[in-house]
């Protein structure tokens, strides 16, 4: 049914098995919302210039830029009219290398309009995170990680962000000074910012003087 309307459809949102095109993108969505291992192929194709909000659970790390129609890594993309971007990364060992990271962060990706960012990530490397080019100001980011995948926050330039937000949740251990400097450098361009929050629900680490 998906498929019969692919040139007419403005919104999908599924929490269920969806079959979606392997080869043509939709042109005219403007809000997708699916489970990627839910879906009939590798990942669901968007126009760039058209989607608004995008949200994916279980895409695999290196994949952001194909969401956006591209079969070889391009050097640069823009989704101008994307205002909010939910990713909730797939959970795999970062030992397990299942992606060309360093190829994968050449690609620089443009969100002029971006409001909101929510990631939700368990691996030790995120290109988009390296290659994202964000707007100077933004709404909310809220940022998703285990402590190790933390640490990758401490070399972003992250925006102003009027509501920032970072759970740090349980699974694994971080250096306490190291996981620190990250969550400095994730706050301290909110100078600006309505409301921050930091939740670190585990008491693993003994904060010494």
Not at 70 to 82: G, H, W
Not at 114 to 142: E, G, H
Request: glycine share 2%.
């Amino acid at each position: 049914l998906v498929n019969a309307y692919i040139d007419q459809l403005k919104t999908i949102a599924s929490e269920s098995r969806i079959k979606l095109p392997t080869t043509r993108a939709f042109d005219q969505l403007t809000c997708l919302k699916v489970d990627v291992e839910l879906c009939g192929t590798y990942v669901p194709r968007v126009c760039p210039n058209t989607i608004q909000h995008l949200k994916l659970e279980n895409l695999l790390p290196n994949s952001t830029w194909r969401v956006f129609g591209f079969e070889d890594v391009p050097k640069s993309m823009e989704a101008p009219n994307l205002v909010s971007l939910d990713i909730k990364y797939h959970d795999y060992s970062p030992d397990e290398d299942l992606f060309d990271y360093e190829a994968a962060k050449q690609c620089k990706m443009h969100f002029p309009r971006l409001k909101s960012l929510k990631l939700c990530i368990r691996s030790a490397k995120v290109p988009l995170l390296d290659s994202a080019v964000f707007p100077q100001q933004m709404d909310y980011i809220t940022i998703e990680a285990s402590p190790l995948s933390t640490l990758m926050l401490a070399g972003i330039e992250f925006p102003k962000t009027k509501f920032p937000s970072l759970v740090v949740f349980s699974g694994d251990n971080a250096p306490i000074r190291d996981m620190f400097k990250a969550t400095d450098n994730f706050f301290m361009r909110s100078t600006e910012c309505l409301e921050a929050r930091l939740l670190i629900p585990f008491t693993s680490y003994i904060i010494t003087p």
